[in-house]
């Protein structure tokens, strides 16, 4: 299972560590994911999803359904 948020898409993010000398390495900046139960509104149930912090924010604001339709997501199957 990929690191990936299944509303947003949201994934790691290539980026450089950098040392105190300044040398750069390669490292993936992770996104941060959560296990979260929502309850849905229209199906009058739970669904339990892995979402990024940032989709949680935007839940309480636009509403499951609605991020749902936008990304495309069959929420009966989760």
């Excluded at 690191?3 to 290539?14: D, P, S, Y």
């Excluded at 959560?34 to 669904?47: F, P, S």
């Excluded at 940032?54 to 199957?77: F, H, N, P, V, Y």
Aim: net charge positive; hydrophobic share 35%.
């Amino acid at each position: 299972m990929s690191r990936r948020c299944e509303l947003t898409g949201k994934k790691a993010n290539n980026a450089f560590a950098i040392s105190h000398s300044h040398r750069r390495t390669k490292r993936l900046q992770q996104v941060n994911l959560q296990t979260k139960r929502i309850w849905w509104e229209e199906g009058n149930r739970w669904v339990k999803m892995r979402l990024s912090t940032t989709a949680i924010k935007t839940l309480d604001r636009k509403g499951l359904q609605a991020m749902a339709k936008e990304a495309g997501i069959d929420l009966s199957k989760y």
